[in-house]
C-alpha cells in the first residue's frame, strides 16, 4: 500500500515536501517514483529513485528544482519541490512494483498510491 501525502496550495516560486508511506513489500522495488497528471492531460513521469543506489532521474521540466528522495528506516519516498511554477499544478502520484521499462514511463509500475493534489497560483 502507497499512502501520499503533503499536498496543498502554494503561490509561484513556493515550495511542498510531498511524502509517500509505504508498506515493505512494495518498498522493496528496484525503483520507486513520483508521476503526475494535470486535468486533461496523461501521467507523467516526474522523478524516479533507484532503490539499489540511490540513482535519481528527473522529467527536464522539474530538474533544479524538484529533489526525490528516500528513507529506508521509514519505508518513505519524498519529493522536495522548490520554485514551483503554475504548471506544475496536477495530481501527484507515488509509484513502485517496477516492471521494467524506461524509469519515468507510467507503465513500468505496478502499485500506485491514490495521489495528492498539488496547486500553485
Known sequence: QLVESGGGSVQAGGSLRLSCAASGYTYSSYCMGWFRQAPGKEREGVATISTEDDTADYADSVKGRFTI???????????????????????????????GGALLRPQSYSYWGQGTQVTVS
Not at 496536477?90 to 512494483?97: H, L, S, V
Open 69 to 99: 528522495s528516500k528513507d529506508n528506516a521509514k519505508n518513505t519516498l519524498s519529493l522536495q519541490m522548490n520554485s514551483l511554477k503554475p504548471e506544475d499544478t496536477a495530481t501527484y502520484y507515488c509509484a513502485t512494483g517496477y516492471v
